[in-house]
């Protein structure tokens, strides 16, 4: 194995990412830089099912990237710790926990499609993370690839500068080769035949002889990269209008490349570059750029730092479950250093832990390492409670001595110390779950490890939300789409061998009544040689304006008040509260009613129990004279959605009953806020998604209830009944 030395000069490692819409090509590229690197000795292909990082078999058997898998490998004399992300937007949360402790990315295109819609989500994200990037648009020899297309839209959809580093030799089919405009250099690739590994290519100065067309666009395209870089680089602008400015062929390779290296780190502007990595061109310079534009650990500022000074700081971001193992969390170390066999703080959890071994990833194999030097990435082994998003640092006294130091740079500003820890712990922002189902264990007996699971997919998955419906008794998963709960559904079953019943969500709905009502009614038993005599009189009427709750309100008339002990208030009340956790319709809850008893006459050995009884027996009546009206849960929804499919989604919306409150601008989308029902909602994470091309992006939020009319309450009633 290659790793024969951990310890890398800080400058001289590279945390970066690589992210993309589905099939752009991220894994193949991944699994392209493994094997020039050496890691690997065979090339892996995505379609086979045996590339590096995507070791779970549901990724191997579909294609895809569900997991972030991270790999770390050597490139002349650099430490590229790289993470291959997801596509899907299911997995969004996945690249969203990379990219926090990411220092650069790759963004992958699809030379032939440009940015598609996760292209412009993943971006988005690196935005807000403001992580230094570099384009590559691979599948150049794809048919219909185009190179100043790929290039336009990142300039129209992206909203931002691509310098072209490099340029095409050919496009689709005769795409062979690529010239890198700023040493004006070809790099073409001979394959001898189709198992040619690419490793071999002819690095030469492009000459005017050898293309004259190529030639002229080149220097073209180099002296539209040097405008661009003087623009937006003061010191290199300098150096154009001085010495260089009566002939730009002489600026130096080096002073160029530095330039774009300032711009890239400012994220002013992006360097563009392409090539084929299913066809094994054009990765090596890939590799270069990133060791040559993106930023060291050190280049980075990250303000928490200043108050740890050289004590430990490290950020988990990711946790995995080994069946041997147990918990394997991946942790971003960012000042300090971490060694085996230590005991850690953890601050969000407020715990010590011990760490029993550190680990380097390699997807799914891992090599032991003797410590963990700052800007690098790790597995660690033994931490218990750390989750995604917790800060792990030495001890409580290097906590509080940080706390301390914030105060301190505060300029003596009061600040409580949970304002302090929250400047400390910058976590995982993770979305809110819009796919609900409900999920059932084969048997009772199962019910326990079917929690265990769950629990531990949670620690591995914060985007997995899971709770106990209190109304239906079901236990409900909360997602971010359909693929996201079939991969879990597909992992308890083969990782924890569960065999579980996935459903429709139940909907929670309530019952009220609609008019007042009055009812009277008489229990008379014998039981053994007590006489059990009881008879109520009872009013219900609707509330009207006030909060929507299940617990009535219950009324004595002044004559009743006056004789009643204690002990029967709380006998009529018991039946009352009983009588309206079951309604009389479909058996849901009763909200909204206030309850008058109106006379209450009870022999003197009547048991409470039978008092009870009777009251709800009562209350039972009187619903029915009453009329039962149900209630659906309503959802605040609120779509963002581009311009272009904002009709669409509308009258999709229309047609489950949503009244659309209002339309905002929100940069170049739109944001609808709409009411819709619950039960409009099944599914239509993916309807939205179909609709907008994957663009999309939803929030939904219980509102409050509302009235079923006629038709749909009868319809309701026929489903329940079986007969529809």
């Known amino acids: 194995m290659l790793f024969i030395c951990n310890v890398f000069a800080l400058c001289r490692i590279r945390n970066i990412g690589i992210m993309a819409h589905i099939d752009a090509g991220k894994t193949t590229t991944t699994e392209r830089m493994l094997y020039y690197s050496g890691y690997i000795r065979t090339l892996g292909d995505v379609d086979d099912g045996d590339t590096v990082t995507d070791f779970m078999v549901q990724e191997r058997e579909r ?18 710790n790289l993470i291959d992300t997801p596509g899907h937007v299911d997995f969004t949360v996945e690249v969203e926990r990379c990219l926090r402790v990411l220092d650069g990315a790759v963004a992958v295109f699809d030379a032939a499609a440009g940015v598609e819609a996760q292209t412009l989500t993943v971006w988005r994200q690196a935005d807000k993370h403001q992580i230094p990037r570099i384009c590559f648009l691979n599948k150049m020899d794809k048919n219909r690839a185009s190179f100043t297309y790929a290039v336009e839209s990142i300039k129209q959809k992206l909203k931002t500068k691509p310098l072209l580093l490099q340029f095409p030799i050919g496009e689709a089919k005769t795409f062979r080769g690529l010239v890198d405009v700023v040493t004006k250099e070809q790099i073409i690739w001979k394959p001898t035949s189709d198992l040619d590994d690419g490793k071999n290519f002819e690095q030469k100065p492009l000459r005017e002889a050898d293309d004259s067309n190529l030639f002229q666009e080149v220097q073209d395209a180099r002296n539209t990269l040097i405008e661009q870089v003087a623009d937006l680089d003061d010191e290199f602008a300098e150096l154009v209008l001085g010495e260089y400015s009566e002939n730009f062929d002489l600026i130096p390779a080096d002073k160029l490349q530095s330039a774009i290296r300032r711009i890239t780190l400012a994220q002013k502007a992006v360097p563009v570059l392409c090539g084929s990595a299913l066809k094994n061109k054009g990765v090596q310079p890939l590799l270069d750029a990133i060791t040559m534009y993106l930023p060291a650990p050190n280049e980075r500022s990250y303000e928490f730092l200043q108050w740890y000074k050289d004590d430990l700081c490290a950020l988990a971001f990711k946790v995995l479950h080994d069946k041997c193992r147990g918990p394997l969390v991946f942790v971003r170390v960012y000042s300090g250093s971490l060694k085996p066999q230590s005991a850690v703080y953890n601050i969000n959890k407020s715990c010590t832990e011990r760490m029993s071994r550190l680990l380097l990833p390699f997807a799914d194999q891992q090599i032991e390492i003797p410590s963990l030097m700052p800007g690098n990435i790790a597995l660690t082994v033994g931490l218990k409670q750390s989750a995604t998003g917790d800060t792990i640092v030495s001890s409580k006294a290097s906590a509080v001595a940080a706390v301390r130091r914030a105060g301190r740079d505060a300029g003596g500003e009061k600040r409580s110390t949970s304002d302090i820890e929250s400047l400390l712990l910058a976590g995982v922002e993770i979305p809110d779950p819009v796919f609900f189902c409900t999920i059932e264990p084969p048997s009772m007996a199962k019910q326990q490890e079917l929690d265990n699971a769950l629990s531990c997919l949670q620690r591995e998955d914060p985007s997995l939300k899971v709770k106990l419906d209190p109304d239906t008794g079901q236990t409900i998963l909360c997602g971010m789409g359909e693929l996201h709960i079939e991969i879990i559904h597909d992992r308890i079953k083969r990782e924890y061998g569960i065999e579980t019943y996935l459903g429709p969500l139940q909907i929670a709905y309530r019952e009220t ?7 009277t009614d008489t229990l008379d038993k014998t039981v053994g040689d007590k006489r059990h005599l009881v008879t109520a009189e009872l009013e219900v009427r609707p509330r009207l304006g006030e909060r929507a709750t299940t617990k009535p309100v219950i009324e004595y008339a002044a004559s009743v008040i006056e004789a009643l002990p204690q002990e029967l208030q709380e006998a009529i009340e018991n039946g009352i509260t009983n009588s309206c956790i079951q309604g009389p319709l479909l058996g849901f809850p009763v909200q909204d009613i206030d309850v008058t008893v109106q006379s209450l006459t009870v022999h003197p050995d009547t048991s409470h129990t039978m008092i009870s009884a009777c009251v709800s027996r009562c209350m039972q009546k009187a ?15 609120e779509i963002t959605v581009s311009e272009d499919h904002l009709s669409a989604a509308l009258a999709d919306l229309a047609q489950r009953r949503g009244t659309i409150q209002e339309i905002q601008s929100r940069q170049d989308n739109r944001v609808v806020v709409a009411a819709v029902p619950l039960a409009e909602t099944m599914g239509y994470s993916t309807v939205l998604r179909t609709l907008t091309s994957g663009s999309a992006t939803f929030t939904l939020e219980l509102a409050s209830y509302q009235a079923l009319n006629s038709q749909e309450q009868s319809a309701l009633l026929q489903r329940r009944m079986g007969l529809v």
């Open 63 to 80: 294609g895809i990237t569900i997991q972030s898998a991270a790999v770390t490998f050597d490139w002349k004399d650099y430490r590229i």
């Open 623 to 637: 619903f029915k004279k009453a009329g039962i009206q149900i209630l659906e849960p309503l959802m605040n929804i």
């Open 513 to 519: 009544i609609l008019n007042a009502a009055q009812s």
